[in-house]
Nanobody, 114 residues
Framework: VQLQASGGGLVQAGRSLRLSCVAS????????MTWYRQAPGKLREYVAS???????HYEDSVKGRFTISRDNTKNMAYLQMNSLNPEDTAVYYC?????????WGQGTLVTVSS
């Protein structure tokens, strides 16, 4: 299983970013995909998830601002992040699980300036 996140960067508060996660080494279409984030000095936390049939779930602080999606034809998962604020500053990771356990991508850094 390999996951690679990209799309992070430095943005001003109120702006948007779209993160991408390319997956390989497993049958992407049958796996749920999850985004986590880890802010400096804090524990990694759940952000959003999408099931194989595209049901979504969000952590409360990102509801209405973030949208998770997937494209099974491209083995890609996305996280559209709107109305970003400095509290969203973190390294964002895509993740999936299977019988072998939980797998993580390398993370992409999002920095939101005020």
């Amino acid at each position: 299983v390999q996951l690679q996140a990209s799309g992070g960067g430095l943005v001003q508060a109120g702006r948007s970013l779209r993160l991408s996660c390319v997956a390989s080494g497993f049958i992407f279409s049958v796996n749920s995909m999850t985004w986590y984030r880890q802010a400096p000095g804090k524990l990694r936390e759940y952000v959003a998830s999408i099931t194989s049939d595209s049901n979504t779930h969000y952590e409360d602080s990102v509801k209405g601002r973030f949208t998770i999606s997937r494209d099974n034809t491209k083995n890609m998962a996305y996280l559209q992040m709107n109305s970003l604020n400095p509290e969203d500053t973190a390294v964002y990771y895509c993740s999936t699980t299977n019988a072998g356990g939980r797998y993580w991508g390398q993370g992409t850094l999002v920095t939101v300036s005020s």
